[in-house]
């Protein structure tokens, strides 16, 4: 996307399709078959993937003229804060509500774009899948700050602005699965994930979140931790919000190496 005059120009189309076609993956429910239905709807500018998403599910007919459901997905921020919209657009994990039609267009070529559930977690119906196991690896590494009553504890501890700027970086993740869905070694019950790792390194670097780092190293630590990540990168290649996750697994990995050890000179 150019710059002119410090500021973004949009990505337009010069010959703009009449109409664009939406092929998507659907499943009635968890375990069942899946199939493919095509859908068309009139082309206008500045339309998002959810615009369109919401205009086929007025009017639930596919391209041949059968009626069908409506197609099921998920939102609720609209501007890619929450994450709960991702899902496969053309081949690549994105936010469906900043997945601009025009861009995806330029970008294929074409008039039709492809939508498929995130292959990585329980598809529950048609894009919507459970992410419950991206929640319960925050439990697994313990990915919070313990609070120890209500009570006023004073001023904080100080923090250098080098550090604050770091742990924005790693905060900026909405959990929305992008990381997981790229990568190739994260599958059910095999690899933590670059997502977890990251938060972990988050409250590891917090004052007060060091005083149970070694819950969240030794979470990071069993069979599914982070010695299963096979250094693709990917994870850092589609993160949206570009949260710093290669730079949160070598670190993070270092203090796991170190604690493992020297922490015996601590009991």
Known sequence: ????????EKKRLDNPPQ??????????????????????IPYRRNLNV?????????????????????????????????????MVIDGRARQSCSALVDDLLLASGSNTITLQPMSKFPNVRDLKVDRTRMFDHLKQVHA??????????????????????ERYAFSRCM??????????????DNYIGPQAIAQARLFNMHPTGK?????????????????????????????PMSVPLTKAIYETNRDITVNALFGWLKK
């Open 1 to 8: 996307m150019s710059e002119t005059n410090g500021h973004h």
């Open 19 to 40: 109409t664009i076609e939406f092929k998507i993956q659907r499943r009635e429910k968890l375990g069942g078959e899946t199939r493919w239905e095509v859908f068309e």
């Open 50 to 86: 959810i615009s369109a998403l919401m205009d086929i599910r007025k009017n639930p007919v596919t391209k041949d003229g059968r009626q069908t459901t409506p197609p099921v997905w998920d939102m609720s921020c609209l501007e890619q804060v929450c994450g709960i919209c991702t």
């Open 144 to 165: 919070w700050v313990e609070l120890d009553g209500s009570h006023d504890l004073g001023p904080g501890a100080q923090i250098s602005n080098e550090t604050a700027q």
């Open 175 to 188: 959990t929305c699965g992008c990381c997981l869905e790229a990568c190739p070694q994260y599958f059910e």
């Open 211 to 239: 005083i149970t780092i070694d819950e969240r190293l030794d979470g990071l630590m069993g069979e599914d931790g982070i010695t299963n990540c096979g250094n693709a990168q990917n994870c850092v290649q589609v993160c």
